[in-house]
């Protein structure tokens, strides 16, 4: 097996992966399976390596949280991949209308070839295996660009994947912005990339030039929304453990929380109780992952300070003790501006914004003055309410009565729209992401397409004439 040494070019590996996808288009099951059984043993293998690399990448991050958020999904894509692989690669057969009988007709999935992945660094291990899996199922060759801003485990990833693939199979290529730009900007069949909204509307551009189709998996603020008939102390729960699993830094985490007027008591009482529940203490506790950077630590401050100075409430939980690395408390923010930074950017950190709404519509409304979440998430136990929330908001996905777990359901397609991204992967929806469906005619010899043919005259008039009665 070749290896890929980290010096060759970047060009050069594209190069190599794109004259193999086209020397090799039909991808036997028995390759595909080898190369998942491979990225499995890999995990398997190296998890505690990498999931410590993460940690050093964070400063503190816990190994169970890699382990449930990176690996566990890692495993169950996997896990689905390699259960459906053969009823997912063979051709599907389609009915055939009247008008075209006896010809027969089916769609043949073919790899499309080489698949570009650009990966964030909040969970840097899912977010950039998880699609790559995903493409080399499919039959693809797959380039990743993990996060410069995760050295440890993109050294690590590249270091193992670099063993356990050929550079023309699987390859990983480092650096920051600049390689990325020009990452982006190779000819690849399909680039999936998964980050902020700004960078993608870059990579959408890049992509355009060389009309690369493009997954762009985005971020934005992703609403909670709770009805009068909620479970308090259940919902508040759920909303501290979405937003403060990897503290914020979770692409579909609670941006923000509507809840109807009055019940703003009721919330600050359930979330501190459970904050206290989920995270005893904040600073030193290892369970609580530090936020990346002193830059990304002094952007959520500077959100808090700012929108306190317009006079919003600022309620920081979990006080006392000394952070380690960059921990930053749980903070609850009431009455903050709609023109504030705060409810302006994506928060990305382990900070709550608590607005009230007075009635559904004005609820509704607020969420549909603003880009198309990612996620939004209802809380209660009245369904008429929910139903009409839902259809009259769009959003990426959506959890009821919980955060987050509806990315952990492979049979629900995975994505944002309008702002928040486009395209969806996970299960059969990105297996599909990363195939040429490609459909083919069979004609039959009895066939009678000589029907339409002209010269056209009477012949061809009583057929129209029959068809046009028919269809
Ligand atoms: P980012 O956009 O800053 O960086 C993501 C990747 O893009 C990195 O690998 C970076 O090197 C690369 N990049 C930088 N400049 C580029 C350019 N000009 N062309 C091409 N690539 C370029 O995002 P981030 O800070 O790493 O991640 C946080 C963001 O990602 C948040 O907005 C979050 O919501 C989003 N996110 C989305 C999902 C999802 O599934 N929708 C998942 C995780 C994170």
């Not at 603003?370 to 996905?397: E, I, M, N, Q």
Request: proline share 7%; glycine share 8%; hydrophobic share 45%.
């Amino acid at each position: 097996m070749t290896q890929a040494p980290p010096d060759i070019p970047m060009r050069a590996l594209f190069d190599a992966q794109y004259q193999a996808s086209r020397a090799q288009i039909d991808v036997s099951l028995v390759v595909r399976r080898d190369r998942l059984k491979r990225m499995r043993d890999l995990i398997n293998t190296h998890g505690a390596a990498l999931a410590d690399a993460v940690q050093a990448d964070f400063g503190v991050r816990s190994p169970q949280l890699t382990e449930v958020a990176d690996f566990l999904v890692l495993r169950a894509l996997l896990g689905d991949l390699e259960k459906h692989l053969t009823a997912w690669t063979k051709p599907q057969r389609v009915k055939t209308p009247l008008y075209l009988k006896p010809a027969s007709a089916y769609i043949q999935r073919q790899p499309l070839g080489v698949v570009g992945v650009i990966g964030p660094w909040n969970y840097p291990l899912q977010l950039t295996l998880g699609p790559a899996a995903t493409a080399l199922a499919a039959g693809n060759r797959v380039m990743i660009k993990p996060s410069e801003l995760t050295p440890h485990s993109s050294a690590l990833l590249a270091k193992l994947l670099h063993e356990a693939y050929a550079a023309d199979e699987l390859c990983v290529v480092q650096g920051g912005a600049d390689v990325a730009h020009e990452f982006a900007s190779l000819p690849f069949d399909h680039l999936l990339f998964t980050g902020s909204t700004a960078v993608g509307r870059k990579v959408a551009a890049a992509a355009a030039a060389n009309l690369t189709p493009t997954t762009l998996e985005l971020g934005g603020k992703s609403p909670c929304v709770i009805d009068r008939s909620v479970d308090m102390a259940d919902a508040a729960l759920k909303i501290a453990h979405g937003k403060l699993l990897n503290a914020g830094q979770t692409c579909i985490a609670p941006d923000y929380v509507l809840l109807p007027r009055g019940m703003e008591a009721a919330f600050e009482q359930a979330f501190t109780a459970a904050v206290q529940r989920l995270f005893p203490s904040i600073a030193g506790n290892p369970d609580y992952t530090a936020i990346l950077t002193e830059r990304h630590l002094a952007r959520l401050q500077s959100l808090v300070t700012d929108v306190a100075s317009q006079g919003a409430r600022v309620v920081a939980l979990g006080q006392g003790g000394q952070p380690v690395k960059r921990q930053m408390a749980p903070t609850l923010v009431f009455d903050a501006p709609a023109d504030s930074r705060l409810m302006a950017e994506e928060i990305f950190g382990p900070v709550l914004p608590v607005l009230a709404y007075d009635g559904m519509d004005d609820a509704v409304r607020y969420i549909n003055e603003r880009p198309r979440p990612l996620a939004l998430y209802w809380f209660g136990t009245d369904h008429l309410a929910c139903d009409r929330l839902l259809s009259r908001t769009v959003s990426g996905g959506v959890t009821v009565n919980d955060t987050l777990m509806h990315i952990a359901h492979e049979n629900l397609p995975f994505g944002g729209v309008g702002e928040s991204g486009w395209g969806a992967y996970h299960g059969e929806a990105g297996f599909l992401r990363f195939t040429q469906q490609k459909p083919v005619l069979v004609q039959s010899r009895f066939a009678m397409g000589d029907l339409f043919y002209p010269p056209y005259g009477t012949k061809f008039d009583r057929v129209m004439g029959l068809l046009k009665r028919w269809l």
